[in-house]
C-alpha cells in the first residue's frame, strides 16, 4: 500500500491500463476531416505516456538517484510516505535535428534539463550547464525551446524583472560543453517573465517569444517579449505593445506559439466572464502588435499551445492544464485545423484525447493536480500526413500522439476536373460558397470537409496554375497566370481577410 501511495497514480494507472479494466486512451475526430489521434505506442514502455517516476529500459545510469526504482526528473515530489505536487516539470521541447525531446526539471537530483529520446521516451542524458553560468531568477530554469538549427534556448522566471533579470542560456547543441548567455535584461520592466518560450528559425533569424504574467500589474503586460538577433548568438529584446483589450493582461503567460516570424498566439485561459476559452492571434510590425483574432477553444484550462503546418494544413494543438482529477480531464490534447481560424470551435476541432487510463470514474484521482496550469506541448516528426505530437501537463507526465489525416481528404482545387487549378475552378467555388454537405468537389469544396468555404479558397489559392497532382499550398503561380490569379483574389477580398500565414512545414 505504502508504494501505491508514493507512486501515486503513475503506478495505479499504469496497472489497470495494462489490464484494460477501466479503458485507456479515448480519441475524437471530426469526420469530415478524417484525422485520428493515437497512442504513440513505441513511447513510454508501449503505451504513449512516459508517467511520473515511470523508470524505462536504458535510462541513463543515475536517473534514480533519489530513490531506486523511480525516476527523478518527472513527475511530483517524493516525501516517505506519499507524493506531493512538485510542479518541478514545466517547459518541454523538440529537437528537430536529433529527434530527441528536452525537459527542463527543477528536481533536487541536480542536473535537470533531460535529453529524452523522441521516439521511446527513454532518457539519453543531460545537457551540460558549466559552472557559474546558471544563475538568478525565481527558478533558475523554467521554459525550453530549439530553433531549426538544434540550437537550445532555456529561459528563466523571474516575478519581476526589474529587480530580478529575466535571462536566456544558449546552447549550440545537444553536445555543447556549455551554454552562453544569450540574453539578461528586463524585456518589460517590473512583469513576471518565463512562463511561456517559444523559438522560431535558425541562426541570426532566430526569434524567440516570451509571455508576461498578469500579476504585478504593468502597463503592456497584454503583450510579450520579442528577442531577435544578429549574429546568432546575443539577443536583444522589445516589448511588443498591442492597443486595446483584448488581449488582457497575462493573455501569453503560459502559452506562446509562431504561427510565422511575425505572427503569435498566446494563451492563458482568461478569468473575465465569456473569455475563458480564447486565445490571442496577433500580428507584430515592430514593436506594435494587432490583435488579429481571438480563437476560440475548448475552455480556459487548455493553455500551452503549439503551431505546425502538417500536410499543408495549419494545425494548433492544445493540452488540458488543470487542478481537476476527474475521469474526464487527464491531461486531454486537443487538436484544432485553422484553415479557417475564424470558424467555430465544432469546424476546426480534428482531436482529442488522452493516453492516462481511468483510475476511477466516480471519485478519482485520474491525474495529479496541476494547480498552475504549466505545461508544453509540442509538435514533432512528420511523415506525409501524419504528426507526433507530444503534451506535458505538469505533475503527469509525457504524453505522445500520432495525429494522422485520412489521405482520403486531400485537397483538390481542380473543381471542374479539367486537369488543371485555373479561375474556372474559383467560379465554380464563388457560385458555391455557404453549400454544405457536399460529397465531392464538384461545387467547390476543395479541402474534402463537405462545406464550401474561405478553407477552399486558401486551397485554390495555394495550388493555382497547377496540376492537380503536383498541387501544394503555397505554389506561386506562374507569371502568365498572375492577371487570372490577381482576378480571383480581388473577389475573394470581397468575402474576409485570410488572417492566417503558415508556419514552417516540418
Sequence with gaps: ???????????????????????????????????????????????????????????????????????????????NTAVNGGNLERGMAYNPTTGNLIVVSRSIAGNGIRILNGTTGVDVGALNQGSGIIAGGTFTTNMVGVADDGAIYIGNLTVNSGSSAF??????????????????????????????????????????????????????????????????????????????????????????????ADTIIGKQGSGTIGQEQFARQVDVSGTTGTLALSIGSDGASLRPLDFATVDGRPLLAMVEATSSTSAIVRSRLFVYDQTNPAGTVAERKIAEGS??????????????????????????????????????????????????RDAATAEDADLNSDGIVDGSDFLIWQRGFGL?????????????????????????????????????????????????AAVGLACAALRRRMILAPRRIH
Design 436 to 484: 454544405s454537405a457536399q460529397p465531392d468537389n464538384s461545387t467547390g469544396d476543395a479541402d474534402g470537409d463537405g462545406n464550401v468555404n474561405d478553407a477552399d479558397l486558401t486551397v485554390w489559392q495555394g495550388q493555382f496554375g497547377t496540376a492537380p497532382a503536383a498541387a501544394a499550398v503555397g505554389v506561386v503561380p506562374e507569371p502568365g497566370t498572375v492577371a487570372l
Design 1 to 79: 500500500m505504502r508504494n501505491i501511495m508514493r507512486f501515486g497514480i503513475a503506478g495505479l494507472v499504469k496497472s489497470i491500463g495494462t489490464s484494460g479494466a477501466l479503458g485507456a486512451a479515448f480519441t475524437f475526430a471530426a469526420a469530415a476531416d478524417g484525422a485520428t489521434l493515437a497512442p504513440l505506442n513505441t513511447f513510454g514502455g508501449g503505451d504513449g505516456w512516459r508517467a511520473p517516476f515511470e523508470v524505462l529500459p536504458g535510462d541513463a545510469a543515475g536517473t534514480d538517484s533519489l530513490e531506486a526504482g523511480f525516476y527523478s526528473y518527472l513527475g511530483n515530489t517524493l516525501t
Design 355 to 404: 493516453n492516462l487510463p481511468i483510475n476511477d470514474p466516480e471519485l478519482g484521482p485520474n491525474q495529479f493536480p496541476n494547480g498552475n496550469g504549466t505545461g508544453s506541448v509540442k509538435f514533432g516528426a512528420v511523415n506525409g500526413n501524419s504528426v507526433v505530437v507530444y503534451a506535458m501537463s505538469t505533475n503527469n507526465g509525457i504524453q505522445a500522439f500520432t495525429l494522422t
Design 167 to 260: 535571462n536566456i542560456y544558449r546552447w549550440a547543441n545537444e553536445s555543447a560543453t556549455e551554454p552562453t548567455l544569450a540574453y539578461s535584461g528586463p524585456v518589460l520592466a517590473g512583469a513576471r517573465v518565463g512562463d511561456s518560450l517559444d523559438v522560431f528559425g535558425s541562426g541570426a533569424e532566430t526569434r524567440i517569444a516570451v509571455g508576461y504574467g498578469n500579476s504585478p500589474a504593468v502597463a503592456g503586460n497584454n503583450g510579450f517579449g520579442l528577442l531577435t538577433t544578429a549574429d546568432g548568438s546575443t539577443f536583444t529584446a522589445s516589448s511588443i505593445a498591442i492597443a486595446g483589450n483584448p488581449p488582457e493582461p497575462g493573455d501569453f503567460r503560459l502559452g506562446i506559439t509562431f504561427t510565422d
